[in-house]
């Protein structure tokens, strides 16, 4: 295992684009209840923020609850893409700050059950978006499950949510050793959330590291941490975001700062500037695996 951009100075404050290619972040999670989605909403609004046409896509297929954790109404949602009703286009919600979001729908167990074929039939959707996005944030499902390992794999970053419970850490690592031996995923970003101090997100971090051992096909970088903070619950609770209701706080200014490395994550250095590589990388890993099935 190898480290990259462990050491957290002063986040990078430039927020120019690199107009070559769509940064995808995948956000994800070996288990529930670590904060994933609140992550996702806040990390997607801070590059909306930041000057970013931003895209946040519910891909937490058949648990999505995106638009009510912004208190938003959704009549329509990926579903009715996939059936043929509408395009995505039709479907796109305009959230804070000029944000756009692709829903899901809640306990729907049609999504919840999608694997390869279906999520990349979904993503092909994006090229018909006319828009330009230079940021796209993907709030996946947690563990290892078909659709959540579909959205990482095409994604150019991989962020990895955890906190400091002995399960969450353990299924941290796991989730980034099957990512990575079954889908050649190799660097991943780890993020230590609802932790007390930086100590304690840095320590949380080492423990991952010493989990994963010496396997030298795995980057992980840090991404820094999140700590606990009653006034993100807060925020959750009236179905708004943090770092717009309360921006000085402690979460708010971390996910803020998270906002400003990714801004200076590499971007996938390729010709075209909209979503078809992201598209086009789905659609080759579903290609492959219907040659290996045939």
């Not at 990259?4 to 995808?24: D, R």
């Not at 002995?166 to 970003?189: E, G, M």
């Not at 009236?238 to 200076?264: D, E, F, M, T």
């Amino acid at each position: 295992m190898r480290l990259a951009e462990v050491k957290l100075g002063p986040a990078c404050v430039g927020t120019s684009i690199n107009k070559t290619a769509v940064q995808t972040i995948a956000v994800t999670s070996g288990k529930g209840g670590v904060g994933k989605t609140t992550i996702a909403i806040n990390l997607a609004l801070a590059l909306a923020k930041a000057g970013h046409n931003t895209l946040l896509l519910d891909a937490d297929l058949g648990m999505a609850n995106i638009d009510e954790l912004l208190g938003l109404n959704v009549n329509v949602n990926v579903l009715d893409v996939l059936k043929g009703n509408c395009s995505l286009e039709e479907i796109l919600v305009e959230g804070p700050d000029g944000l756009l979001i692709v829903p899901a729908a809640s306990g729907n167990k049609d999504l919840s059950e999608l694997g390869a074929v279906e999520c990349a039939g979904l993503v092909h959707a994006f090229s018909e978006l006319k828009g330009r996005i230079d940021s796209l944030v993907i709030d996946t499902s947690g563990g290892i499950s078909a659709s959540v390992t579909s959205f990482c794999r095409a994604s150019s970053q991989v962020l990895v949510v955890t906190d400091n419970e002995p399960a969450s850490i353990r299924d941290c690592v796991a989730q980034i050793r099957h990512l990575n031996k079954t889908n050649a995923i190799a660097h991943f970003h780890v993020l230590a959330n609802m932790v007390f101090t930086a100590r304690d997100g840095s320590e949380l971090f080492r423990r991952v590291l010493d989990l994963l051992g010496d396997d030298q096909d795995i980057v992980i970088s840090y991404a820094g941490y999140v700590p606990r903070d009653d006034l993100l619950r807060k925020a959750v609770s009236g179905r708004q975001a943090v770092i717009n209701v309360y921006p000085g706080s402690g979460s708010a200014v971390a996910i803020n700062n998270l906002a400003r490395r990714v801004i200076s994550w590499r971007r996938p250095g390729l010709p075209h500037g909209q979503l078809e590589f992201f598209v086009e990388r789905m659609l080759q890993q579903n290609n492959v695996e219907r040659e290996v099935l045939s």
